[in-house]
């Protein structure tokens, strides 16, 4: 298993390209992925009460058929909170796209990142999709172009390529998201597309999807905020040529391993490039005595605004990251919590047995000032852990998020 | 029933002071508050599992005895993570007040605030405990330097008085609260002490204060975080006169509504002083069919940075409104819900069943520059409500949080 270039388009068969539609002003903001056969595909969505429309319609396509060729993902606008009209969008997206690549309706996906609570731009969209179609690559550029015209506040790109072996077989897992604020766990986090051409069954391909997000995306936190639009999509054209795989085997474990690294690789890409972030915060709660727990008090850390400051201000006020754990809803026993920073700069206990293990403060900022910092809380009980991820509290987020749609 | 000068002196029988003791430099860090007869005491404290070590001897003595005579607060140091030494350093505290103030150890109540893990300086606070009795006061001079000595980050010194007649007595509760950072539901909050005259059953008291803080204090957040110290203390002496209120009647209700009077003052103040905050956010659900499901929905608003940010902009963001209401937890229908902004600068009706009501950017903008901005969500359901407090978020809270320590 190694990681290769490229992107959505690193597997056999997929083809992508993104274009500046004229939705937003001179950046790119339409994309397109399409399989030259269609796809078995897997997703999860948003479970905030307020879902946008294309979080509808591919659902209705992931639960009723199963099976997709296409994506037409816009940025810009998030087709969330706009009714009847907004639904209908989707369906005439779909059916423009499905009309030029000449596919059903039925399996072309749909998906919007942006501000909440407009109607698409219809004309553009549909001129935008005649377009993209005619732009489709199966290059690397191809990719990069397609995971560009996905950012709104993201500031680069974020795609990644895993290439692995199944039954003596090639086979590439390519993907990119986007994301960067309106992000919190429970299936977390912005948009994410993944291709593979892997032969899988489409329960078990479903199965592997929901598996790998509780640990990857479900982990991440940059504000707090369940977005309406969260969605992540998983596409299989089986063009690998291997024997498909039926059970839960020694291949599956294979696919699954390399759909982690892809995965986990995007998210801690979004979690790091949070808006206004300075830096990736890695919360790692080990000796646990279940994962839950575990997880429980990686994310009450990585959210909390005390901590994500004091990160941004290199200030090793570790009594924040034991109160959120004290809050986080799970029982663990503080007087006998040690906890760690680590970086590049090296690693340091600061917290023995729930107390100042008196350490440096010096060494602490130093530790702390690195673009990647991790903390580990060690509670001491039993085997299990966890990681969660999330970024620093800085005066950019304010900025962003003040004046977004100005 | 009617607002009076002072806080924490106003009620009959009640003295206070506060004083520079040397923890901080240059600035009020001691204060006491004293009452010339023993009071029935009430307490509610923070659900941190991570309790500061006050917070066990405060809910010691209001759980065993149910009667204090005195508090003691330091701000600078908030004595939690201290483990055993810091326990110790409250009966310590205790006795020496007891023993300047002729009364039992067990009858002291202690508080503090401030950075976490370090461990109090006990000479300053010992010599500080002396030098608060000598000046003790039942002036509103007296109540003022209290306030004032146990502020931390706060802008402003928190207090008020209010007076009304039980039984034909005339009567009085007066209060003071700090807090202004590491603040959210779930007895939330800060520091808060309260005292009155009234004659009341102990286990009404205590019934009293825990109904009114749900509807205050907990429905209050500046940044999401349930600090280890939050404690709310509710002494009354019985100097008023009254027949002692022994039952939920006219005078017990009369006494209900002067306390809510009371701590709702105190809570909006906490969170109009939010750390960094420009403006005070009023968050109202109105036409629910449960209080609690109200309560979640107004709770994730105030709680959402990307709200709070908006409101920084004034900016009428309100797909993030709904958006936080979808992820609350609460099952309402957002297709169903109207949104308004309403301000000393007017009213506004910006969202119609879910989506955009067509309202005026320049008067929703007009509206959000108002130092107290409420937003209000009819869910168009039933006939319950709630209000929650919370503020904006700035780059201040950045800059305060970033470097809090140096």
Redesign the interface.
Known sequence: MKKIEGGITAATGFLATGICAGIKKEKKDMAMVYSKTPCKTAGTFT?????AAPVKWDRKVVRESGFSQAVVVNSGV?N????QAGYQYCEDTAKKAGEVLGVPAGSVLVASTG????QLPMDIILKGVEALQKNLSDTTDGALLAAEAIMTTDTMPKQVAYEFEVGGKKAVIGGMCKGS??I?P?MATMLCFLTTDIAIDKMLLQHALSEVVQDTFNMVSV??????NDTVLLMANGMAGNAEITEENADYKVFLEALYQVMGFLCKKIAGDGEGATALLEMKVIHATTKDQAKQLCKAVV????VK??V??H?A????I??????AGA??D??KTDIYFESAAGKLKI?E????AGYSEETATKILSEKEVAIIADIKEGSESAVSWGCD???D???I??????
Chains 1, 2 share one sequence.
């Open positions: 479970t905030n009460l307020v879902k998030a969330a909170c706009t009714g501000v909440i609570g407009k604020g309106m919190h429970n504000d707090g905020d369940t977005s309406t959210t909390s605004s005390l400051t004091a941004f201000g200030d006020n570790w009594g924040r034991l109160c959120a754990m004290g809050y029982i663990f503080p007087e917290v047995n729930g107390m100042d509290l800085t005066y987020y304010v900025k998020n003040g004046d977004y749609r100005s």
